[in-house]
């Protein structure tokens, strides 16, 4: 079955403590991105790749860092998180054609809470 | 910055009825997509048309695009109670150097009552 997965699902962490949210894609899409959602701010992009080895930031990148080094897997990491970054995070991919993106797979999402 | 922006932000109706959701957006447009989201979970992908298309069907829903007023609209007929979601739309930019971000609406809350 096609899907992108995020793990974990739910996460309750303290200010300051570091944290991977992994996200996997079995559609062999070039494109990867992360979103995250705010009530009354819709989603907003933190960072995309558009293949391996490449990422670029997105509207609110800040205290999120990404790698790519496979091309299934696109990790957000919070080195130091701040409870401003409690919220409820996307991972999407999407194929790539002709320059452009296509229809984006969202994975389930991952509910976090900083404290 | 957010490009697309939804119309109404909400929107009740009752069962059977047609719910018509609209977006403008400010930028030319590579492709214009639209997508459902039940509370809390994922977003599901229903329509993306591109920019030389006018219009798009998918069993009840119709999207409309309009470029030079630089708006879209989704269309549900006969509505139905899981069609309660938010509905947003999310645009691709035409021009390269922009074609990396998909900008999202802040969405349109449906509620269809029985």
């Known amino acids: 079955e096609a899907q992108v997965t995020q793990n974990p699902r739910y996460l309750i962490t303290v200010t300051g403590k570091k944290l991977t949210v992994t996200c996997s894609q079995n559609?062999?899409?070039?494109?990867m991105s992360w979103y995250r959602q705010d009530p009354g701010l819709g989603l907003r992009q933190i960072y995309y790749?558009?293949?391996?080895?490449?990422?670029d930031k997105g509207d609110v990148p800040e205290g999120y860092k990404v790698s790519r080094k496979e091309k299934r897997n696109f990790p957000l990491i919070l080195e130091s998180p701040s409870p401003n970054q409690t919220s409820l995070y996307f991972c999407?991919?999407?194929?790539?054609?002709?320059?452009?993106?296509?229809?984006?797979?969202f994975g389930p999402g991952t509910r976090l809470l900083v404290l | 910055s957010q490009q697309g922006e939804e119309d109404p932000q909400a929107l009740s109706i009752q069962e059977g009825e047609n719910a018509t959701m609209n977006c403008s957006y400010k930028?030319?447009?590579?492709?214009l997509q639209w997508y459902r989201q039940n509370s809390g979970r994922g977003l599901v992908h229903l329509i993306l048309?591109?920019?030389?298309?006018r219009e798009k069907h998918s069993g009840r829903l119709r999207v409309t695009l309009d470029t030079s007023k630089k708006s879209s609209s989704l269309l549900i007929t006969a509505s139905r109670a899981a069609d309660t979601a938010s509905y947003f739309c999310?645009?691709?930019?035409?021009?390269?150097?922009?074609?990396?971000?998909?900008?999202f609406g802040q969405g349109t809350r449906l509620t269809i009552n029985p």
């Open positions: 999310a645009t691709v930019p035409s021009l390269i150097q922009g074609a990396q971000k998909l900008v």
């Open positions: 559609m062999n899409h070039e494109y």
């Open positions: 790749s558009m293949n391996v080895e490449v990422t």
């Open positions: 999407a991919s999407s194929p790539w054609r002709g320059g452009f993106q296509e229809t984006q797979y």
């Open positions: 930028t030319s447009i590579n492709n």
């Open positions: 048309i591109r920019s030389n298309e």
